[in-house]
């Protein structure tokens, strides 16, 4: 059974640093990976989408790494502001077809401190 | 731009009433899904849907749940019988059909369920 953690749990970091937000998996037969931003009581935010033939996906001031091999993924905040703090999840999708659904980690509460 | 899009926003009820959330899925996407979120813990699927039938199902997706794509454009998930731990945010999400199978997840703003 796929098992998505993330640690840490919370991060709080000062305005403009860059950052490290990890994700592992424990079965390497992933399909994609997708990381969420996750406002308090809000939905989710599709932030990035790796496929699993890819190393990297970057959007703006995200950069977002897949290393299969290994179960793990990260998430690249640079230049940190104070809209950035939010939970963020990541996401996989197994490999067999058929399987649709995502399996979450418990996500990284971050704080960016202004 | 396109977006998922879910009511009612809260939902209260009484415990063994039964509740229909509602969501819009994108308009071109035929994959649609409902997941959960207990306060507090990791979001859990439930369900996928596609061509007008259960893809796929959690252990959470018993008889007391159903889902339905009652027209065109809508996709309801249904409690028959609701109980104090079906409390939760409850979230649609659709996404395309893409050759090569790569399919993207976009979520709604989710329905908050209270059970009393």
């Known amino acids: 059974k796929q098992e998505v953690t993330q640690i840490p749990a919370a991060l709080s970091v000062p305005e403009g640093e860059n950052l490290v937000l990890n994700c592992s998996f424990t079965?390497?037969?992933?399909?994609?990976l997708q990381w969420f931003r996750q406002d308090p009581g809000k939905g989710l935010t599709s932030l990035l989408l790796?496929?699993?033939?890819?190393r990297e996906q970057t959007s703006g001031r995200l950069n977002a790494s897949l290393d299969k091999s290994s179960g793990r993924s990260t998430l690249y905040i640079a230049a940190s502001q104070p809209g950035d703090s939010a939970t963020y999840l990541c996401?996989?999708?197994?490999?067999?077809?058929?399987?649709?659904?995502?399996?979450f980690g418990t996500g990284t509460r971050l704080t960016i401190i202004p | 731009e396109p977006e998922v899009t879910q009511t009612p926003s809260h939902q209260v009820t009484q415990m063994g009433q039964e509740v229909i959330l509602r969501c819009v899925p994108i308009?071109?996407?035929?994959?649609f899904y409902w997941y959960r979120q207990i306060l507090g813990q990791k979001v859990e699927f439930l369900v996928s849907?596609?061509?007008?039938?259960?893809?796929?199902k959690s252990e959470i997706f018993d008889d007391q749940f159903s889902v339905e794509r009652p027209d065109g454009s809508n996709f309801t998930l249904k409690i028959r019988s609701t109980k104090l731990e079906d409390s939760a945010m409850y979230f649609c999400?659709?996404?395309?059909?893409?050759?090569?199978?790569?399919?993207?997840?976009?979520f709604g703003p989710g329905t908050r369920l209270t059970v009393l």
């Open positions: 999400a659709s996404s395309e059909s893409v050759l090569g199978g790569i399919r993207e997840q976009f």
């Open positions: 996401a996989v999708k197994e490999s067999n077809f058929g399987n649709e659904k995502l399996t």
């Open positions: 308009s071109n996407h035929l994959y």
């Open positions: 849907f596609y061509n007008n039938e259960i893809s796929e």
């Open positions: 790796i496929q699993s033939s890819q």
């Open positions: 079965d390497s037969a992933i399909y994609n």
